[in-house]
């Protein structure tokens, strides 16, 4: 995993688009309304994890 601190940002940053895989998926809460559920993503040979809220209609990461 990647720790805060152990990167260093060079250049300007923007969103692309660009699939990863992922590599295990699991529910942290789900709700009525809107429901969390945490990715394990490889990035280029390094396992990140994102936590993705998903909602009636719309989504966020």
Not at 6 to 12: A, H, I
Not at 18 to 30: C, G, K, L, W
Request: proline share 3%; net charge negative.
């Amino acid at each position: 995993m990647i720790e805060p601190g152990d990167e260093e940002w060079v250049g300007d940053v923007a969103d692309t688009l660009e699939p990863r895989q992922i590599v295990e998926s699991a529910n942290q809460f789900t709700g009525r309304i809107w429901s969390v559920r945490t990715d394990t993503v490889n990035f280029d040979g390094q396992l990140i994890e994102r936590d993705i809220l998903l909602h009636l209609g719309a989504v966020a990461v």
